[in-house]
């Protein structure tokens, strides 16, 4: 389904007529930075079932999340900048819904760290579900930092809600490359989970059953 | 909607000079990806080795 998303957007699709063929990325960045903040507000969601109900598998799913989260957060950051090049004349600029983004970044960066630094897991899995929720934050203010601040980054081109901006010929290939994305995504935390639970988990006698 | 914008491949390649800044956002990106899939793929097979190894043992 990405592929084809992909092959839709990149042969296919009619030229932008303003950017050229640049604006292709989009079918990889938008995708890439909508699962950036999704997977953040799933692990907030985690978080605090842990923290409330003590739920020992919404730990395990953050923990194994976050590294998920960091590399397409990476991948969004550098789809941005090199999109930025031909467009902008610049790869990097310290607007508010970039350096929103690099923050969420360096928040995955802190969870993965925060984490690894006890060797008690428990009080681990209980500090990083802490440092979720604050961090949530940053997921609206991402979200409306193109409506806040005057910014380089243009307005969302997409809406849930109400109507898009951008022609159909872009839209669907889009949309499929959103939904592609997000199936690999899920497939690639179901492996991680699944190897992180196992390691967790190892000397219950369910898992020596399961292996 | 589905004629392609492109006559051959190196049209496809350049992209009127933007083929440098789209190929490599996909290069990059789709590495990383698949790079994460063969990591993921292999913690899995440490760990049921390592606990199949701690059960015969035991």
């Known amino acids: 389904m990405l592929m084809l998303g992909w092959i839709w957007g990149l042969l296919f699709a009619p030229q932008d007529a303003v950017q050229g063929n640049s604006y292709r990325i989009i079918f990889f960045h938008v995708p890439s930075v909508i699962f950036a903040e999704l997977i953040y507000f799933f692990m907030a969601v985690c978080a605090l079932m842990h923290i409330v109900w003590r739920v020992k598998l919404a ?57 690894g630094s006890f060797s008690n897991l428990e009080k681990a899995d209980r500090l990083m579900s802490i440092l979720v929720i604050i961090g949530v934050v940053n997921i609206p203010i991402i979200k409306k930092s193109v409506d806040w601040w005057s910014t380089l980054h243009q307005p969302a081109s997409i809406s849930v809600s109400g109507s898009s901006s951008i022609d159909p010929s872009m839209l669907y290939p889009l949309l499929i490359s959103i939904i592609g994305l997000g199936f690999m995504l899920i497939s690639l935390g179901i492996l991680s989970s699944r190897s992180y639970i196992l390691s967790r988990e190892k000397n219950k006698k369910w898992v020596s059953d399961y292996v | ?34 790079i994460s899939f063969l990591i993921a793929k292999k913690r899995i097979k440490t760990v049921q080795r390592k606990i199949k190894l701690n059960n015969a043992s035991s």
């Open chain 2, 1 to 34: 909607m589905f004629n392609s914008e492109f006559k051959n491949f190196n049209e496809i390649l350049d992209m009127s000079g933007h083929g440098i800044y789209v190929w490599s956002v996909y290069l990059v990106g789709i590495s990383i990806i698949a």
């Open chain 1, 59 to 115: 730990a395990y799913l953050i923990k194994s999340a976050a590294p998920i989260g960091a590399m397409i957060t990476f991948i969004g950051l550098f789809s941005g900048s090199i999109w930025g090049i031909p467009t902008w004349g610049t790869w990097w600029q310290w607007d508010a819904r970039i350096t929103s983004t690099l923050i969420l970044f360096i928040m995955y960066l802190g969870v993965l760290t925060l984490h």
